[in-house]
């Protein structure tokens, strides 16, 4: 193992906000990018950096306040940008232009420069200023409605998961960026539509669509290759347990499992396609013998006939998970106001060089002193005039 992390030697400038952009720049902290995060000067932001989703999404990162509102703050941007190897942000189009700190602005003071621009519908084309957050963009992908039930109103996915899949995009699309910088010595804009990047993950729905002229429904918790497969009430207050039966094989398993009742004998039930035609039948009859067990015993029987099962976990179940825990999943942190901290560790492990979980999410202005003064070389007077001045 070597002593230094695989992106020690990278600086990224990060002006992203909310999830996406914070979740990519993240990554790369935890793997030794020295991440400068600019912070807002506004008095009712302060109480942000106490919340819990914003100490999720930035730890290992530094943090600077900036006011991008006055051409000194701005100025102090782009010096900031000449001694980093690349910038993120998650705005619409037009705020880094409006501050003059575009990408053809910058690469005009550092010509190597990497910049990443990760907006709903990406920077061209006629709906390149429309703004949204994780659900707006699962909405325009089409995987809200492909995640509903037939013939009801769109209901879609809980989380953003949209701001995840977009992050992890984004992060690898640096990455890549960096490999080439390192080969050629030339930089790079990378603009990321995050409904682009969701929609990536809808392959067979396209393809339907574009290759055959059929429009793929919504299945709700249905499948066309496995039954049962669902979510099944099971013992308790909403508690449930998800099923998956693929094949002949594996009905015998299930049926083992639920000691061979009388009804799984019947001949509909004999192959996969007479259990997908009478699916409606079957989930009922299977949700009679998954109401009568916890949602961790019917997962336990189920799994030990070689059947696909798992418990829907909450925040608690995930929290006690033996699994999660044995994996390593999640990670403490001391926060220097909320004490110890808890959040999901990196989702991805390099053997020689580990993901390092080294600080909190920094409060507001916290590395201020060492960004201006250290990296800047700013004296101490200045940065008091910048301050009075609302510029820091």
Same mark, same amino acid.
């Given at each position: 193992?070597?002593?230094?992390?695989?992106?020690?030697?990278?600086?990224?400038?990060?002006?992203?906000?909310?999830?996406?952009?914070?979740?990519?720049?993240? *990554?790369?902290?935890?793997?030794?990018?020295?991440?400068?995060?600019?912070?807002?000067?506004?008095?009712?932001?302060?109480?942000?950096?106490?919340?819990?989703?914003? !100490?999720?999404?930035?730890? !290992?990162?530094?943090?600077?306040?900036?006011?991008?509102?006055?051409?000194?703050?701005?100025?102090?941007?782009?010096?900031?940008?000449?001694?980093?190897?690349?910038?993120?942000?998650?705005?619409?189009?037009?705020?880094?232009? !409006?501050?003059?700190?575009?990408?053809?602005?910058?690469? &005009?003071?550092?010509?190597?420069? *990497?910049?990443?621009?990760?907006?709903?519908? %990406?920077?061209?084309?006629?709906?390149?200023?429309?703004? %949204?957050?994780?659900?707006?963009?699962?909405?325009?992908?089409?995987?809200?409605?492909?995640?509903?039930?037939?013939?009801?109103?769109?209901?879609?996915?809980?989380?953003?998961?949209?701001?995840?899949?977009?992050?992890?995009?984004?992060?690898?699309?640096?990455?890549?960026?960096?490999?080439?910088?390192?080969?050629?010595?030339?930089?790079?804009?990378?603009?990321?539509?995050?409904?682009?990047?969701?929609?990536?993950?809808?392959?067979?729905?396209?393809?339907?669509?574009?290759?055959?002229?059929?429009?793929?429904?919504?299945?709700?918790?249905?499948?066309?290759?496995?039954?049962?497969?669902?979510?099944?009430?099971?013992? %308790?207050?909403?508690?449930?347990?998800?099923?998956?039966?693929?094949?002949?094989?594996?009905?015998?398993?299930?049926?083992?499992?639920?000691?061979?009742?009388?009804?799984?004998?019947?001949?509909?039930?004999?192959?996969?396609?007479?259990?997908?035609? !009478?699916?409606?039948?079957?989930?009922?009859?299977?949700?009679?013998?998954?109401?009568?067990?916890?949602?961790?015993?019917?997962?336990?029987?189920?799994?030990?006939?070689?059947?696909?099962?798992?418990?829907?976990?909450?925040?608690?179940?995930?929290?006690?998970?033996?699994?999660?825990?044995?994996?390593?999943?999640?990670?403490?942190?001391?926060?220097?106001?909320?004490?110890?901290?808890?959040?999901?560790?990196?989702?991805?492990?390099?053997?020689?060089?580990?993901?390092?979980?080294?600080?909190?999410?920094?409060?507001?202005?916290?590395?201020?002193?060492?960004?201006?003064?250290?990296?800047?070389?700013?004296?101490?007077?200045?940065?008091? &005039?910048?301050?009075?001045?609302?510029?820091?």
């Amino acid at each position: 193992m070597t002593n230094r992390p695989v992106l020690h030697n990278i600086r990224i400038l990060d002006f992203a906000w909310v999830l996406a952009g914070p979740y990519a720049t993240r *990554i790369l902290a935890d793997f030794g990018a020295e991440v400068i995060k600019i912070q807002p000067l506004m008095p009712e932001a302060e109480d942000d950096f106490s919340r819990g989703y914003y !100490n999720t999404w930035n730890r !290992n990162k530094l943090g600077i306040t900036l006011n991008l509102g006055n051409p000194q703050g701005v100025a102090l941007a782009r010096r900031l940008v000449s001694i980093s190897d690349a910038v993120v942000e998650n705005f619409t189009p037009r705020v880094m232009a !409006n501050w003059g700190l575009d990408y053809d602005s910058l690469k &005009k003071i550092k010509p190597d420069l *990497i910049m990443l621009s990760m907006s709903t519908m %990406g920077n061209t084309g006629p709906w390149c200023d429309y703004a %949204g957050f994780g659900p707006t963009v699962q909405a325009f992908s089409g995987i809200t409605y492909l995640t509903s039930f037939p013939g009801k109103p769109p209901l879609g996915l809980g989380p953003s998961y949209a701001d995840h899949i977009a992050g992890l995009l984004a992060c690898l699309a640096l990455l890549g960026a960096l490999e080439y910088r390192q080969r050629t010595g030339e930089g790079q804009y990378i603009d990321v539509s995050q409904v682009e990047a969701m929609a990536s993950l809808l392959g067979d729905a396209i393809l339907d669509y574009t290759v055959k002229g059929r429009q793929v429904e919504p299945v709700g918790n249905g499948s066309t290759e496995a039954a049962p497969h669902g979510v099944y009430r099971c013992r %308790g207050d909403d508690r449930w347990c998800t099923i998956a039966v693929f094949s002949d094989g594996e009905w015998q398993g299930f049926k083992l499992a639920l000691g061979n009742p009388p009804w799984a004998e019947a001949r509909r039930f004999a192959t996969l396609t007479g259990r997908l035609e !009478n699916s409606e039948q079957l989930n009922r009859l299977v949700e009679g013998w998954t109401k009568e067990h916890t949602a961790e015993e019917a997962m336990a029987l189920l799994q030990e006939q070689g059947v696909a099962a798992g418990v829907v976990q909450d925040a608690s179940d995930l929290a006690r998970d033996p699994q999660l825990k044995e994996r390593g999943f999640f990670i403490e942190l001391d926060h220097p106001e909320l004490g110890k901290t808890v959040s999901d560790a990196a989702p991805i492990r390099l053997s020689d060089t580990p993901a390092r979980y080294i600080r909190a999410a920094p409060l507001l202005g916290q590395d201020n002193d060492y960004v201006y003064g250290e990296l800047l070389g700013m004296s101490r007077g200045e940065l008091t &005039k910048l301050k009075k001045k609302g510029v820091i």
